[in-house]
């Protein structure tokens, strides 16, 4: 069964640094992009970062540019998200999305979260000020 599991969520003060992980299981083998979404209470859920796993390409969402960086692991279907310069506003469940796509038209196909078709069941982020 497909599945995405998402660890090291949990609560930082302002400021503060946390990584997220991502393993994908019996993921099918054209999978070649992997995603971070998150949604905040009270409203839609919204890309963070986009990682293409057989290309060079990674997308940021503009609010997290500079403050988090996505990256693959050694394991096959393995992301992270290195979180920095967290705030208030960054509290959200966090999802971990993957998904054969084509080449898409721009950045802003990536970020569309109805391209993924494989999620996991979210990690939890607080930031306190």
């Known amino acids: 069964q497909k599945q995405l599991v998402e660890t090291g969520g949990g609560s930082v003060q302002a400021g503060g640094s946390l990584t997220l992980s991502c393993t994908g299981a019996d993921l099918p083998e054209n999978v070649n992009w992997m995603a971070w979404f998150r949604r905040a209470v009270g409203q839609e859920r919204e890309a963070v970062a986009i990682?293409?796993?057989?290309?060079?390409?990674?997308i940021y969402a503009d609010s997290v540019k500079g403050r988090f960086t996505i990256s693959r692991g050694s394991g096959k279907n393995t992301v992270f998200l290195r979180m920095t310069g967290l705030t208030y506003e960054d509290t959200a469940i966090y999802y971990c999305a993957a998904d054969h796509l084509v080449n898409g038209p721009s950045d802003d196909y990536y970020l569309f979260q109805g391209r993924y078709y494989i999620w996991g069941q979210g990690t939890q982020v607080t930031v306190s000020s």
């Open positions: 990682i293409q796993l057989n290309g060079p390409r990674v």
